[in-house]
């Protein structure tokens, strides 16, 4: 086979990679066109009519949670800094523990379409669900633009466009078929298109792994011992402390672990999810089949990270236009030369398509089926009309994380979604865990949980060296910044769920016992749940 040279410093071939691309960007967008043939109630466009099968939806929440920060930015930083960049991979899947032993099947009993059904079941619906509202478009925005970065990324290394404007332009064209596929297709198209992309994308990372274990004749310790010699850091790469060395780093790390470990069992798009299945064993086998297809995936990324730095060395990654989140392209260049580059950007761009998606979709719902049908409307709202507003909430969410992506662009998109997970983990986690667990909580502790959490998350944010004082920050130029670590978790986590328990304990008002005990056993049997 003859492989398309290169010109000098473009990796691959850029009309190659967009042939691959466009043809994948056909067949999801068919298989959007296909399922959109019923989105006329809230029913079919929020959760697809609840007629997936745990298997199917298992594979979808794959698709839907493997990230750009997943295959982009972890085999990244496990190329550059080793065993520490591994510990994304491990924080990514362990947190899956939490939701399926504690969130999956009550969310699945006592909701209907968002978290904020859960968490108003008991409680006062304006207040609650307009926070629930607030908290879901918020972490949706960080997740967004973290893939939105990861796509200017990619393409200022595989399309050779180098300028911000170019990159910005790419972008926005993300941004643009992201909401198409949402208008369009509703959860029932999105979930096929994260179910085609979880299988491309698992099919890839195995058979990737397979040629790089294969170069080094099946020998582990050959790959190592070559990842070692083209590593900056030696054979410290197999050990723990490259990146995590002083005493500020390893508080840093243990924020970044509560934030992964306890993020995902409160992200949006995932709880929302839980509906497209038609009963809370679905749900769990949901949970149990994603644990399955990530725990290969992740396997694999260690592999593929050290098969990075020892077949394209730390160096050469760091030196790419896209930094760490190159390491996935280059070492697909590696092996195979310019076809397995172009189908690898291609499961790239699918991976951030399909994800960013689902993160619209949830957003959109959230707005629309919260704010709009049960605030505005009462709970009477006309299922067209909040359908519209969906749609018109997925173009304006849409439009923000472009302009997001572009000023993100350049930022490693693991360490965004971090950030991400612990908005999650300190606005959503405390709130529902008291609320299916805690008879005794209440709608001020519902506010002050979730607007405490979601507060001091914002507020260590902007003042950390993730905003400014560093020459990784959003604004390198200037120093403001107050709190010295980059994950806020380790503060704002254990924040909510003390802010929830005092605004329990020191509110006048007394919870609903007979909702209460509704709620409790709905949340155990499923008895009473309606989907439509």
């Known amino acids: 086979m003859t492989v398309l040279a290169a010109p000098a410093g473009q990796l691959g071939s850029p009309p190659v990679n967009l042939a691959v691309f466009a043809v994948l960007l056909a067949v999801t967008l068919f298989a959007v066109y296909r399922a959109s043939n019923r989105n006329a109630t809230t029913a079919d466009y929020y959760a697809a009519d609840s007629a997936f099968s745990g298997r199917r939806n298992g594979i979808a929440l794959t698709g839907d949670y493997l990230s750009a920060a997943s295959f982009l930015g972890i085999a990244g930083a496990i190329a550059v800094h080793g065993y520490d960049g591994f510990l994304y991979s491990i924080g990514f899947l362990v947190a899956w523990l939490v939701a399926l032993l504690l969130v999956a099947e009550p969310v699945r009993n006592t909701g209907r ?3 904020g059904d859960v968490l108003a079941y008991r409680m006062r619906q304006r207040p609650v669900r307009a926070a629930a509202a607030t ?16 796509a200017g990324g990619l393409v200022a290394l595989l399309l050779d466009v180098h300028g911000k404007a170019g990159q ?16 369009v297709g509703g959860m029932k198209g999105t979930t096929w298109v994260q179910v085609i992309k979880a299988t491309l994308l698992l099919v890839c990372v195995v058979l990737m792994t397979v040629f790089l274990l294969g170069k080094f004749g099946f020998s582990v310790s050959a790959l190592l011992d070559e990842a070692a010699n083209n590593n900056a850091n030696g054979h410290d790469v197999l050990a723990p402390g490259t990146h995590y060395q002083t005493v500020q780093s390893q508080l840093d790390f243990i924020s970044l672990s509560l934030a992964l470990v306890f993020g995902a069992a409160g992200l949006p798009h995932v709880l929302m999810r839980f509906y497209t299945v038609p009963d809370a064993r679905q749900a769990r086998r949901s949970v149990v089949w994603a644990i399955g297809c990530m725990s290969v995936f992740y396997l694999a990324t260690l592999v593929l990270g050290y098969g990075a730095s020892a077949l394209v060395g730390s160096d050469r990654i760091l030196a790419s236009t896209g930094g760490e989140n190159s390491a996935a392209p280059l070492l697909a260049f590696e092996i195979g030369g310019t076809l397995l580059l172009g189908i690898v950007a291609a499961i790239a761009f699918a ?39 969906a749609r018109l909430t997925a173009v304006v969410v849409g439009a923000l994380a472009m302009i997001g992506g572009i000023l993100a662009n350049g930022l490693n998109v693991a360490f ?20 299916l667990f805690w008879k ?11 607007y405490g959490g979601l507060g001091s998350c914002l507020l260590l944010v902007f003042f ?5 004082g560093a020459p990784s920050s959003v604004f390198p130029g200037v120093d403001f910044h107050l709190y010295p670590l980059t994950n806020p978790g380790i503060v704002s986590i254990p924040f909510s769920f003390l802010a929830g328990y005092l605004g329990t304990v020191l509110s006048s008002e007394k919870a609903d016992p007979a909702r209460q005990k509704e709620m409790a056993v709905r949340a155990l049997t499923g008895i009473g749940t309606r989907t439509s």
């Open 113 to 115: 379409f968002t978290m």
């Open 135 to 150: 908290s879901t478009l918020v972490i949706s925005f960080f997740y967004m633009v973290a893939q939105m970065a990861g």
């Open 168 to 183: 910005a332009l790419v972008i926005c064209v993300v941004g643009l078929v992201m909401i198409l596929y949402v208008l």
């Open 351 to 389: 991976t951030i398509l399909a994800v960013v998606a689902g993160l619209t979709l949830t957003a959109s719902a959230s707005f629309a089926h919260d704010v709009y049908a049960n605030i505005f409307r009462g709970g009477n709202a006309r299922p067209a009309a909040e359908i519209r507003v």
């Open 416 to 435: 965004l979604v971090a950030l991400a997970f612990a908005f999650a983990a300190s606005a959503n986690l405390s709130t529902l865990l008291y609320s």
């Open 440 to 450: 005794r909580f209440n709608t001020r502790g519902t506010l002050w949980g979730m």
């Open 464 to 468: 950390s060296p993730v905003v400014s």
